[in-house]
């Protein structure tokens, strides 16, 4: 697969490239289910194999010659397509009135899962700032790295999130529910953070940085007040006038030119195109979109699942852990420790904090720990800035996997403890529910959990936990 000028040659890598990242995710994903590890983690392991950290091992740089320099930037149009159809569904997925409606508990315990783990990689970011003051001759200014590696360590990703809880029954349990729901709170709260770093970054000078902010806010305004409502009346005619196939795929049509319309305008405006996809998600109506295509999510999510691997594979040719050296391990160690000893602190202290006991509060930091796609979707978006260097994304890579790759294990250590049964927190055997199919985990496992989260009844089922709790331990 060898680079050439030819245009078709170059069309033809490309589909022989798509193929074969396919194949090999597929592989990984069910290699990983076997050891009850989400999928995504299989993608990941995916994209490092067929980059310069295994495949090149081997005599005759295989990744240069099956990924040519000309053919790369195809792929990563897929995958950018990819990434934009997925970002769609994780804000649709995201019910925002869950900010309004947070009860005093969980508003408590989302904001420290957000705001300590923040101010861990602020700490982190000034320590390693010295280190990366340059990439490629330009410098790299003080404030967009520390804001940047402050977000990307604070964040949670939903989508593993909600199948990890499904899958271990956790779903409707008080602290599933409360974890799922912090977790929907602080990754709307993320990406809004990682949008004004990304203005902080692109703009020059306060005038640049309050335009792009600007216009930023006309879109989602204009997304808001006009499109949605339109979007509730058109959906409204469809329903009535048309069959169900026709409906859906009407329907289908669309979203995806709307996510792509969103994608390019906050490009325009000089944002990462996920930060349009997203609002758009986040802005449709759900309740017509329910009655009209309650599958939407579903289908959509199809679509990006064939290209998403592909976002893994590109990130992947940007890690090279044999080059790493000494001071790229210490950057490793450092990144995953803070990230983990943020969550610890700040979810896990608040939950303990607000009485659910060491026990009860493990749980819930091991939950909010976890990372996945999300967080190489954050340091992606860093390295294109070229915010961050190869070395650091590496290293949040690493941390990512790490910490996704954990959960499963630590909830299995913590649900083998006698309180664990006795106070509902974990299931008697921590098993995965049978039937589930192996796959990306869907983000519409979480939907039914999400639409009946109900924050002032949360608080109130922790607060008779904990009176449990208390009774049990005197």
């Known amino acids: 697969m060898s680079s050439a000028s030819n245009p078709d040659h170059v069309v033809a890598v490309v589909f022989a490239d ?110 390693l700032h010295p280190w990366h003051h340059s990439i490629d001759g330009h410098p790299v200014r003080t404030l967009p790295f520390l804001l940047f590696l402050g977000t990307a360590l604070s964040i949670t990703a939903l989508p593993v999130l909600a199948r990890i809880l499904v ?16 977790a929907i709170i602080g990754d709307a709260v993320a990406w809004c953070m990682l949008a004004v770093v990304v203005a902080i970054v692109k703009s020059h000078g306060p ?50 030119v709307g996510v792509l319309l969103s994608a390019w305008a906050t490009a325009e405006i000089g944002l990462h195109p996920v930060f349009g996809a997203f609002a758009f998600g986040a802005v449709l109506p ?98 294109d800035l070229k915010v961050l260097d190869r070395t650091t994304f590496t290293a949040l890579v690493v941390m990512a996997v790490f910490t996704t790759a954990a959960t499963g294990p630590l909830l299995n250590r913590l649900a083998s403890a006698p309180w664990a049964v006795a106070h509902g927190w974990l299931p008697s055997d921590g098993a995965a529910v049978g039937g589930i199919p192996s796959g990306r985990p869907p983000l519409r496992d979480a939907p039914a959990t999400i639409d009946l989260l109900d924050t002032p009844k949360m608080d109130a089922e922790l607060d008779e936990a904990v009176r449990t709790i208390r009774r049990a331990d005197r």
């Open 286 to 383: 759900r309740d017509s979109v329910a009655r009209a295509a309650p599958n939407l999510s579903l289908d959509v999510e199809r679509l990006g699942i064939i290209l998403l691997p592909l976002f893994f594979v590109t990130a992947g040719l940007s890690v090279n852990l044999r080059t790493l050296g000494a001071r790229g391990l210490v950057e490793i160690l450092l990144i995953t420790a803070v990230a983990c000893g943020g969550k610890a602190v700040g979810a896990g202290g608040a939950a303990l904090a607000s009485g659910l006991g060491r026990g009860g509060s493990a749980v819930f930091a091991t939950l909010m720990n976890t990372r996945g796609l999300t967080e190489i979707v954050v340091a992606q978006i860093g390295l």
């Open 18 to 127: 798509a193929a074969l990242i396919i194949v090999v995710s597929t592989l990984f994903a069910r290699a990983v289910r076997r050891y009850r590890q989400p999928v995504v983690i299989g993608e990941i392991l995916a994209g490092l194999a067929l980059g310069p950290s295994l495949l090149g091992l081997l005599p005759g740089d295989l990744p240069g010659r099956l990924f040519p320099t000309d053919v790369r930037p195809h792929l990563s149009v897929l995958a950018q397509f990819g990434l934009v159809l997925f970002m769609f569904v994780v804000g649709f997925e995201h019910d925002l009135g869950h900010v309004r409606r947070a009860g005093r508990v969980t508003a408590a315990m989302s904001a420290s899962s957000i705001i300590l783990p923040f101010g861990f990689g602020l700490g982190a970011a000034a320590a």
């Open 207 to 256: 005038g640049a940085f309050l335009r792009m902010i600007g216009e930023l806010a006309g879109l989602v305004a204009t997304l808001s007040l006009v499109v949605a409502p339109a979007a509730r009346a058109a959906l409204a005619r469809v329903s009535l006038r048309t069959d169900e196939r026709t409906r859906t795929s009407t329907i289908l049509s669309f979203v995806v």
């Open 167 to 182: 899958e271990r029954r956790m779903n409707d349990s008080p602290i599933g529910r409360m974890s799922l729901t912090c």
